[in-house]
């Protein structure tokens, strides 16, 4: 057989062993190998042969064969990674207060970054689960009404939209509808846990892939009082027993548990329920709110469009739904607009009303970002700054280094292996910090719990090392690029430049910078802080205590009310067709007395006669209503000043003036102080009006004044009234002040988490002040020694040393506190309704606080350098 003409065994097997194998036996064990390989080859084929082949190859792989790896040990011992970090440990050995600072301040700084990177993290891989994630869009609405200078855009979508979606866009393969109505109560050891949660369709479990760990969630479908709960729900209220079959407080039956959206849907629920079965009625016959096309709140539509179908089709189609829907009667002067948002990155996507669960939006994905960078920054900066500050000990260090052979590379290799050691331990820290606070994290700031993961699952610690390792190489790459140009020369010069500034320049201006963002964020919280309590503490224009807000269906408000009023524990109650202090009516527009041809659009809400009974607003003028002027026909209203001022009526001749509507005459019989429109951060007030109307004809919200004692029987009281009129329906009271104050509890939140990247990041900055009055000390111990051989008292040192801070510390507040006062008052104050007055007194407090804070570390160095006996530091001269 002609050997040269057939096929020659696997190249890439013959050269990996040529490259293992000890040289010696090459050539004897290949010829070996060759001759098994034409053999196989005549007797079972190419493919058996190579494959043979292949095998006897890898046998090969033992001891006996192979080269001593002396040259792999070698370049193991001698390479530049195991050189590098084992020279980092010994320098983290022997500089213990050096390492610590770095090391606590990357803790400090990782922790609180290890919050913002979960939520990223946690929002990017939101609803991952479902398939055809890419296929899943959410349908939302555009509204524009008459006289209503702004659109507004909402994740939900009149019941009417959602009936016709379907039919009416044949992109559709399969449409969802939800609404967040689902409430049940559970009875843990006698106390109520109300939970809520969303009614849907079967066709949720087809779009949404959330796993079911216990039951049939499709059961819950068969009857009205089937629920499916989380499994966060099942932990909380069962404690390990078996849920399934069991019966809540009112009646619900569990028939299955689901596992919980949070940290992984754009959704949050704590139970599912069956959508009840309801239909739009005949045309003549009315219709409830909720099934009509002014009820823009409660309904959500999903969609998975066909295979063929994509985004730019379904927009399409949306734009001719909406065209055809806006040629409706009925739709009460309001402008639809349907739009098409896709599932898939919802949690940074834009923000809109009536989000289903938590969205963050673009803008919080920067901010997140930020702080991030900027915690980042400063606790890189310790490093940086202790690296300079030991500059002439490294220099020496490494211009030994450098005489010996050692390459820039090497040099910059190390100082990273440094930061990179350094980063991973303050991981390991800044991990335990993270998972102690975790809890309190969700507690103090519950709007970002839907947003936040917290189980640490493999993914999310491999995200925290990479971050931890790029942190590491960001924070020492100054310091390795300045030591890795350093002249071996620099050895014996005292004074360590560069080519453009002295590194004590630099030094200087990295504690200064620290400084000063640490008295930004002393400035900028303390103003929050006593923005919020002002805001707090700030009047209304109405009554809120013991007043019990109950909202309720127009039509039976008139039902309940006088119910209510049999109650001996309710001293009054009110019917208004909006809530004071919080929500902002419609519009009426009204003819301008002196110029007829141009009108006005004011804020009005209904209210009943008992209107000042219970709310109490500050009368300045006239008087209230009374049942004569509430009764049909008679269109009686309260004005406030700035309303007036707007129409330029004389405020001693306002009693009695008629106001000229499109829809009548209305008569001013009293003027009242400012009542709150809005949300508690309006910052104007707003011309507004109340306008006298029976009892029930417009309103749908009831609230009650009561006493103070035996609430609680009060509520059941008012409970058992509800049923007599809504025997189906949930009753939902809260107390007005809370209701009110929910806004502002929110804002309270949000300084406590600003208050806690804050406390970071003063932390950080005292640590490197820490780390910098330490080596300054211990530097100039002699100096000292010398300076109390000659007479000076330990003050005088003291005031000595301390003038390298008190100097950055007056800059930082000279460059702080304008920068936060301009931010507060362009970003904060301009929105708010009471502004908070701004005086050098927050700026002096601040400086104060900061400066004690930084003179408390410096003085706890240097007065222990100070007070050694000078003969120990001078013996040795």
């Known amino acids: 057989m002609n050997k040269q003409k057939l096929p020659r065994p696997s190249p890439l097997f013959t050269r990996l062993f040529q490259w293992l194998c000890n040289a010696d036996y090459f050539e004897e064990l290949q010829g070996d190998l060759e001759e098994y390989f034409f053999r196989d080859l ?22 006996s064969v192979v080269r001593r790896p002396l040259k792999l040990q070698k370049l193991i011992m001698l390479s530049l990674f195991y050189m590098n970090f084992k020279l980092a440990f010994r320098n983290l050995i022997r500089h213990k207060v050096f390492s610590a600072v770095n090391v606590f301040g990357l803790a400090a700084a990782l922790s609180v970054c290890l919050f913002m990177v979960n939520l990223i993290y ?48 044949p992109d559709v393969e399969m449409l969802c509808h939800i609404t967040k109505n689902a409430t049940t109560v559970f009875d843990m050891n006698g106390v109520d846990l109300p939970t809520f949660g969303i009614a849907t369709e079967p066709a949720f479990f087809e779009m949404f892939n959330f796993k079911t760990i216990h039951g049939n969630v499709q059961e819950i479908f068969n009857d009205v009082n089937s ?51 309801v239909s739009i009625k005949a045309n003549g016959e009315a219709q409830p709110y909720s099934l009509s096309w002014a009820d823009v709140y409660s309904n959500y539509a999903y969609v998975k469009l066909k295979e063929e179908s994509d985004a730019n089709s379904l927009s399409q189609r949306l734009q001719l739904f909406s065209a055809s829907v806006n040629r409706l009667n009925g739709l ?32 919080g994905f920067i901010t997140f970002a930020i ?7 400063i606790a890189g900066f310790n490093y940086t700054n202790l690296s300079i500050a030991r500059a002439v000990q490294r220099t020496k260090e490494i211009g030994i280094r450098k005489v ?53 699952d493999l993914n999310i610690l491999l995200t925290f090392g990479a971050f931890a390792a790029f942190t590491g190489l960001m924070a020492g790459l100054f310091p390795a690029l300045h030591f890795a140009r350093i002249n071996p020369l620099s050895l014996f010069n005292g004074q360590v430049k560069n080519r453009r500034m002295s590194i004590m320049w630099v030094r200087r201006g990295l504690t200064t910078f620290q400084l000063t963002l640490s008295m930004f964020c002393v400035v900028f919280v303390t103003m929050l802080y006593q923005q919020a309590q002002l805001i707090k503490n700030t009047s209304q224009g109405i009554e809120t205590e013991n007043r019990l807000l109950i909202r309720t269906q127009k039509k039976e408000a008139a039902l309940l009310k006088p119910l209510v009023e049999k109650i001996a524990a309710v001293k009054s109650s009110t019917l208004l067709s909006n809530i004071p202090g919080h929500a902002m009516g419609p519009t009426m527009a009204f003819y301008q007395l002196e110029t007829a041809d ?37 269109r009686e209203v309260l004005v406030n000043r700035k309303l007036l001022q707007i129409m330029n009526i004389d405020f001693e001749q306002a009693v009695g003036k008629s106001l000229k509507s499109k829809d009548g005459n209305l008569t001013i019989v009293g003027v009242v102080g400012d009542i709150a429109i809005g949300n508690p951060f309006n910052h104007s007030v707003e011309p507004m009006m109340i306008v006298g109307a029976n009892s029930g004809a417009n309103q749908g919200v009831l609230i009650a004044n009561i006493n103070e004692q035996n609430q609680d029987q009060t509520l059941a009281q008012l409970e058992a009234a509800w049923k007599e009129v809504h025997p189906e329906a949930r009753f939902e009271p809260e107390f007005l002040k809370v209701f009110l104050d929910k806004p502002i509890d929110e804002f309270i939140n949000l300084i406590k988490a600003q208050g806690f990247m804050s406390f970071a990041i003063i932390a950080i900055s005292l640590l490197g002040q820490l780390g910098i009055s330490l080596y300054n000390a211990e530097t100039r111990v002699k100096e000292i020694g010398i300076r109390k051989v000659l007479g000076a008292k330990i003050s005088s040192i003291i005031r000595l040393l301390l003038k390298g801070t008190i100097i950055p510390l007056i800059i930082a507040g000279m460059v702080a506190s304008p920068i936060a006062y301009l931010l507060f008052q362009d970003g904060i104050a301009q929105d708010m309704r009471t502004p908070l007055e701004i005086g050098p007194g927050i700026f002096i407090q601040s400086l104060l606080l900061l400066g004690a804070l930084v003179t408390g570390v410096v003085v706890s160095q240097t007065w222990r350098v100070a007070s050694l006996n000078p003969t120990e530091s001078l013996r040795a001269e």
């Open 332 to 363: 009460e002067n309001s402008t639809f607009s349907f739009r098409a948002k896709p599932v898939k990155g919802l949690a940074f996507g834009e923000p809109v009303m009536n989000e289903i669960g938590i969205v963050i939006g673009r803008e």
């Open 227 to 277: 629920i499916a709960i989380t499994e966060d729900v099942a932990e909380r209220v069962f404690n390990g027993e078996y849920p399934i079959g069991k019966v809540t407080k009112d009646q619900k039956v569990i028939r299955a548990v689901i596992e919980s959206p949070k940290g992984s849907s754009h959704m949050q629920f704590e139970i599912i329920s069956a959508l009840p079965d």
């Open 598 to 634: 141009s009108s006005t659009n004011i804020q009005f809400f209904f209210a009943d006669e008992h209107f000042d009974d219970v709310l109490a607003p500050k009368l300045l003028e006239g008087r209230f209503f009374n049942s004569a002027s509430t009764s049909e026909g008679s």
């Open 404 to 456: 010996s052979g050692s390459t820039n590379g090497q040099i910059a290799g190390q100082i990273l292996a440094e930061t990179m050691i350094f980063s991973f331990l303050g991981l390991l820290l800044g991990v335990g910090i993270y998972r102690y606070y975790s809890d309190d994290f969700v507690a103090n700031l519950p709007f970002f719990s839907g947003l936040f993961n917290p189980k640490l």
């Open 371 to 377: 702080m991030i960078a900027v915690l980042m920054l």
């Open 42 to 63: 005549e007797a079972m084929g190419e493919a058996k042969a190579q494959a043979i082949y292949r095998i006897q190859i890898l046998k090969m792989m033992r001891p």
């Open 122 to 169: 946690t929002g990017f891989n939101y609803d991952r689960q479902h398939e055809d994630l890419g296929k899943l869009y959410r349908i939302e609405n555009v509204v524009e009404q008459e006289n209503v200078s702004y659109q507004t855009q909402y994740a939900t979508v009149p019941y009417p939209a959602v009936a016709q979606l379907k039919m009416s866009i």
